[in-house]
């Protein structure tokens, strides 16, 4: 079993920082890629950050300059610094991983949410 857990949710003011980490356990022998996704009220749940075993990163439009996404490969943990929050930032931030199998078969896997919330 692959379990991911999200911590470093919160509350902040506009203007403030958080950092977000998720932590994958379990069977795990290749993670290809690991990212951050949102949902705020009301919203679909969308892409924030993601980071490929290459270091590939990409965000989106609404968070870059502001969020910087990283990887400890070791400690098969992915953290997501968010500066500049702002009230649009609102939203619970789900971990997920794309995990490779032995016979490079790839499975996705998601972590259960950390509330994010920014205020005025």
């Known amino acids: 079993q692959v379990q991911l857990v999200e911590s470093g949710g919160g509350l902040v003011q506009a203007g403030g920082s958080l950092r977000l980490s998720c932590a994958v356990s379990g069977s795990i022998f290749r993670i290809n890629a690991m990212g951050w996704y949102r949902q705020a009220p009301g919203k679909q749940r969308e892409l924030v950050a993601a980071?490929?075993?290459?270091?590939?990163?990409n965000y989106a439009d609404s968070v870059k300059g502001r969020f910087t996404i990283s990887r400890h490969n070791a400690k098969n943990t992915v953290y997501m610094r968010m500066n500049s929050l702002n009230p649009d930032d609102r939203a619970i931030y789900y971990c997920t991983a794309r995990l490779a199998s032995p016979f490079g078969k790839e499975y996705d896997y998601w972590g259960q949410g950390t509330q994010v919330t920014v205020s005025p």
């Open positions: 980071v490929t075993s290459g270091g590939t990163t």
